[in-house]
């Protein structure tokens, strides 16, 4: 018996063949009832796409990567990756395309995996946590694979990225805190490398300057040991603190392991607003107040922009900025 072709499946749908290969394909540019009746012809005929064929025709390989310039144990320990990457999957999932992870810091991992991603292994790729001018993302569209990147980067102008609003958050987080009263607020920012880092600690100081307040800054990776690291540091130089912006909630619960070590009462003696609103930060003691960003949101906007990019069509709106707010909890 003869494998069903791309023409029979087209036969019996009622459609053309172009509409068959869009719909396996996942273009969004199908009715739903031509999408309907495709996917019922499949099912019927049992047809099977031939992918080694079609990739040697189109030059399509089906994979999308994803590109997380952290270590592994960042990856899997913090609450914004795991996210991310969950909207990016349950995207991709709709479309048929396979992601791959790829992790990359040094140099020579970065020079070893754009020699893949340009090698035709990948249809597209989305990068995230980047830091610095990094020139991958220029070198990757140089070489024509659609890119597509997970927040603003520092010293680039890519075509397209999805971001929070970051700045509008971290203001929102210092106002709150100076609505409760607090007249020492210190802030544990992130990498300044990172255009996240610069705008969580811009939005501070855009909430602080109007007060007159001392700026009390502390600098951390994003991870709970930096928090933790940044909070000694920041009690060393200011013991007189009442209140602590992180920039993370990983970083905020190192600093609340802190402050609890020093017989500091969170939060009478000193407030505590993180950023991420994590599980974490709802079974934290007390309870973290933290600035909400929608992660998976975030993730679905990156994979759809790419799957668009790799069909070829143009986006109306290249750069996507997602709303923030604040949670309010115990903890400020």
């Given at each position: 018996?003869?494998?069903?072709?791309?023409?029979?499946?087209?036969?019996?749908?009622?459609?053309?063949?172009?509409?068959?290969?869009?719909?396996?394909?996942?273009?969004?540019?199908?009715?739903?009832?031509?999408?309907?009746?495709?996917?019922?012809?499949?099912?019927?005929?049992?047809?099977?796409?031939?992918?080694?064929?079609?990739?040697?025709?189109?030059?399509?390989?089906?994979?999308?990567?994803?590109v997380v310039s952290e270590s592994q144990l960042r990856v899997f320990d913090e609450p914004y990756f795991a996210?991310?990457?969950?909207?990016?999957?349950?995207?991709?999932?709709?479309?048929?395309?396979?992601?791959?992870?790829?992790?990359?810091?040094?140099?020579?991992?970065?020079?070893?995996?754009?020699?893949?991603?340009?090698?035709?292994?990948?249809?597209?790729?989305?990068?995230?946590?980047?830091?610095?001018?990094?020139?991958?993302?220029?070198?990757?569209?140089?070489?024509?694979?659609?890119?597509?990147?997970?927040?603003?980067?520092?010293?680039?102008?890519?075509?397209?990225?999805?971001?929070?609003?970051?700045?509008?958050?971290?203001?929102?987080?210092?106002?709150?805190?100076?609505?409760?009263?607090?007249?020492?607020?210190?802030?544990?920012?992130?990498?300044?490398?990172?255009?996240?880092?610069?705008?969580?600690?811009?939005?501070?100081?855009?909430?602080?300057?109007?007060?007159?307040?001392?700026?009390?800054?502390?600098?951390?990776?994003?991870?709970?040991?930096?928090?933790?690291?940044?909070?000694?540091?920041?009690?060393?130089?200011?013991?007189?603190?009442?209140?602590?912006?992180?920039?993370?909630?990983?970083?905020?619960?190192?600093?609340?392991?802190?402050?609890?070590?020093?017989?500091?009462?969170?939060?009478?003696?000193?407030?505590?607003?993180?950023?991420?609103?994590?599980?974490?930060?709802?079974?934290?003691?007390?309870?973290?107040?933290?600035?909400?960003?929608?992660?998976?949101?975030?993730?679905?906007?990156?994979?759809?922009?790419?799957?668009?990019?790799?069909?070829?069509?143009?986006?109306?709106?290249?750069?996507?900025?997602?709303?923030?707010?604040?949670?309010?909890?115990?903890?400020?």
């Open positions: 018996m003869n494998r069903p072709t791309l023409e029979a499946v087209a036969a019996r749908a009622g459609v053309g063949r172009g509409t068959v290969s869009r719909v396996i394909n996942g273009s969004p540019n199908v009715s739903a009832k031509a999408r309907e009746a495709v996917e019922l012809a499949i099912r019927e005929l049992g047809y099977v796409p031939n992918r080694a064929a079609r990739a040697l025709v189109t030059r399509r390989t089906d994979t999308v990567a994803l996210g991310t990457i969950r909207g990016i999957g349950s995207a991709l999932a709709e479309t048929g395309l396979q992601l791959i992870l790829a992790m990359a810091r040094t140099p020579e991992e970065h020079a070893r995996l754009e020699h893949y991603l340009t090698g035709q292994h990948v249809d597209g790729v989305l990068l995230l946590s980047l830091h610095g001018a990094d020139p991958l993302p220029g070198r990757l569209e140089a070489m024509g694979v659609p890119t597509v990147l997970g927040g603003r980067p520092v010293g680039l102008d890519p075509y397209s990225y999805v971001d929070m609003d970051n700045r509008a958050g971290a203001r929102q987080a210092v106002k709150h805190l100076l609505s409760l009263g607090r007249g020492a607020i210190a802030a544990i920012a992130g990498p300044q490398d990172m255009g996240v880092g610069v705008d969580r600690l811009a939005g501070y100081r855009d909430a602080l300057l109007p007060s007159g307040l001392p700026e009390l800054v502390a600098f951390g990776d994003f991870s709970e040991q930096s928090g933790a690291a940044a909070m000694s540091e920041l009690l060393e130089r200011h013991p007189e603190l009442d209140a602590v912006f992180a920039a993370s909630d990983p970083m905020a619960l190192g600093a609340m392991r802190v402050l609890k070590a020093e017989g500091r009462a969170i939060p009478r003696d000193v407030a505590v607003i993180g950023f991420d609103d994590s599980k974490a930060a709802l079974h934290a003691d007390p309870p973290l107040t933290t600035v909400h960003q929608p992660t998976e949101a975030m993730g679905r906007q990156m994979a759809q922009l790419l799957v668009a990019r790799i069909n070829g069509e143009e986006l109306r709106q290249p750069v996507v900025i997602l709303d923030t707010h604040l949670v309010r909890r115990e903890s400020a």
